[in-house]
């Protein structure tokens, strides 16, 4: 969602905070602003609506000379986006700069408490109220900068992630998190001097070191110049951070070539599938190794039912996991949207495991909902992307997909790897479980072990697909079909669509369409059919016929060498055999490469959509 950025050390402050904010533009961008203070002792702030580009441009005629600075991107949440409300925020006195990832639940009350005191609000936003309340404690309890934290945050209600500066101590920074992620770094500058870095992920750090603190919950930090770090809770006991070394490097972050980091992300993902399967998959044995499972194998044996919550493309691959693992290991598998789980009094039972996907480990619906599930008693199991995310620490256990960062806005590589990863957990648990023959259990760990090699196929035989995208710009809607494990790549393909190209797109089980859909087919229509001559093959030539005599037009992803399906098609994506279990590894990169240039050919910002943030924080 929003990013903050912030250092403290020798170097100019501008240029790093810059570079880190577009690392972190792919979490949201509606306006963005830097505070630093200069040599003299003043706190500048400088914001500016749209891009980091225009925060650049702006900036080019002012002071933005010093050493210690903070910057946000904003993703509004709490008033509309433009330079008044976005971060950083001063207070009154203009002593105090701050910038807030997060939300303060209770910032109306705090606000009408302040104004009675005279307080005077310039923006619509709950992060002034908090710089405001830090100054009103100063002011109060005539305390240090520090200190007003401690006790502004005992008064909030919310979610935050903050960094600060204080005019009157140009020499330290002060950062706290509760919900949101917070991430020190710890570097040199050339002079070996210490110096400081604050980000609301690795990306703005990792140019300059990988040695990291992840700021726990409730926890306040204080750097200075000298490079000293103090963190606390709010009652102001000493804590212990961990220093923790980043397994990232920079060109992981970078779009190496391509034009965006989603066309970039999608080529990736053969390599991105070696690296999540590699430890995984023994060959030699034809074993599968998770590790996550291993050192709980009796929770697992003894588990009645697994519940998966998850949002978004993660709730797409927890449902193809679903009908793996039920396949597979025979456990039953309930799919819940986290955000509608949160809120319910969902029926939790002893024996039950729930599984968290999330790719970057931050959603806060899948977050709270597993501190539900846990409060229930529940066995908690993280399938997450990005390492030491709050899911990733929330959990008892987990694996990581280990598909390396993921930045474009709209997910692929994640997706994929959480199908792998979800079909890597169901063999595990089939294998301790003896739910499969030992033949099932080889054909499918050698089946597992080709798909790199078969999307790499699929990618060189579809990259074509831009040459026809252009038809499809002045289309108003789309329909996606599958059946079986191919009804989640439908969805998963509608929602890509839909995100980058802001057509509107809707999947459905293939059956469904005669039930209400079918009423839309006409020959403006597209209808996207998943169709590999596996599964339901004859039941879905049936569907597509259906939409044929109602002139739909049929866009198909079929097995290569099927001749049925293509002849009935007007335009035809081919995919390489495999088993049923798998084709959505296979089938859902030509509806990437789909969504991906029809977007390019609307002039869309595929890697900025409007209105969307990769890492959703708050609810
Ligand atoms: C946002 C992103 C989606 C993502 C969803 C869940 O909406 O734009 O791409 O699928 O959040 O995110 P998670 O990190 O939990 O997988």
């Known amino acids: 969602m929003c990013g903050i950025v912030g250092y403290l050390g020798e170097e100019q402050a501008c240029p790093i905070l810059i570079k880190g904010l577009h690392r972190l533009e792919y979490r949201g961008y509606d306006s963005s602003g830097v505070a630093i203070i200069n040599a003299k002792g003043d706190l500048n702030v400088y914001k500016a609506k749209g891009k980091v580009s225009a925060l650049e441009e702006s900036i080019k005629e002012k002071d933005t000379t010093g050493t210690i600075g903070i910057a946000h991107t904003r993703w509004a949440t709490h008033g509309e986006p433009n330079a008044i409300n976005a971060h950083p925020h001063y207070s009154e006195s203009k002593n105090l700069a701050l910038v807030h990832n997060g939300i303060i639940e209770n910032y109306k009350s705090l606000r009408t408490e302040m104004e009675k005191n005279n307080m005077t609000f310039c923006s619509q936003t709950d992060t002034e109220v908090l710089v405001q309340l830090v100054e009103y404690m100063m002011n109060t309890h005539n305390c240090d900068m520090y200190t007003a934290v401690q006790l502004a945050l005992k008064n909030v209600i919310g979610a935050y992630a903050i960094a600060i500066l204080d005019k009157s101590h140009p020499d330290q920074l002060v950062c706290a998190r509760k919900g949101s992620p917070l991430i020190i770094g710890l570097g040199k500058s050339a002079n070996g001097r210490a110096e400081f870095f604050l980000g609301s992920d690795a990306t703005p750090i990792i140019e300059y070191t990988n040695k990291v603190i992840y700021l726990q919950d409730e926890e306040i930090a204080i750097m200075d110049r000298s490079g000293h770090i103090d963190i606390t809770n709010l009652s102001n006991v000493k804590q212990t951070p961990q220093l923790v070394t980043l397994q990232m490097n920079l060109d992981q972050l970078e779009k190496g070539g391509y034009p965006h980091f989603m066309l970039k992300e999608i080529w990736e993902q053969p390599n991105a599938l070696r690296t999540c399967i590699r430890g995984r998959l023994n060959m030699a044995d034809k074993d599968v190794l998770l590790s996550g499972i291993l050192d709980h194998k009796e929770k697992f044996l003894n588990c009645n039912r697994i519940i998966i919550c998850a949002c978004g493309t993660s709730w797409h691959s927890a449902l193809i996991g679903k009908y793996f693992i039920e396949e597979a290991a025979q456990i039953p598998v309930e799919v819940e949207y986290a955000s509608e789980f949160r809120y319910r009094n969902p029926v939790i039972y ?110 060189e035989h579809n990259k074509n697909i831009d040459q026809f995208a252009q038809m499809f710009t002045y289309c108003k809607n789309f329909i996606y079909l599958g059946r079986g494990y191919n009804y989640p790549v439908a969805l998963e393909g509608a929602l890509k669509l839909k995100e980058i190209s802001y057509i509107h797109a809707e999947g459905y089980p293939a059956a469904e369409m005669k039930h209400g859909p079918i009423a839309l087919i006409d020959e403006e229509m597209p209808v996207v059919v998943i169709a590999p001559k596996r599964g339901m093959y004859e039941k879905v030539v049936s569907n597509i016929q259906e939409i044929k005599s109602r002139k739909g037009k049929i866009i198909s992803v079929v097995t290569e060498g099927d001749t049925v399906v293509r002849d009935m098609s007007d335009y035809c994506f081919v995919i390489p055999d495999t088993r049923d279990c798998f084709v959505p590894l296979l089938a859902v990169i030509p509806l990437q490469l789909l969504s991906y240039y029809v977007a390019i050919a609307k002039g869309r910002n595929v890697d900025q959509p409007r209105n969307l943030a990769k890492s959703v924080t708050v609810e």
């Open 350 to 459: 002893p024996n039950d495991i729930v599984i968290a996907v999330s790719q970057s480990g931050e959603t806060a619906d899948t977050l709270a909902a597993i501190q539900l599930a846990k409060s229930k008693g529940a066995f908690l199991y993280g399938i997450c992307n990005v390492i030491g995310s709050s899911i990733a620490r929330a959990t008892d256990s987990g694996t990581y997909l280990h598909v390396g960062p993921e930045i474009g806005v709209a997910s692929t590589k994640a997706f994929t790897g959480q199908v792998i990863t979800l079909a890597l957990l169901g063999l595990a648990i089939a294998k301790e479980k003896k739910t499969l023959s030992d033949e099932m259990f080889h054909m499918l760990v050698n089946e597992l072990q080709q798909i790199p090699d078969k999307m790499q196929w699929t990618l």
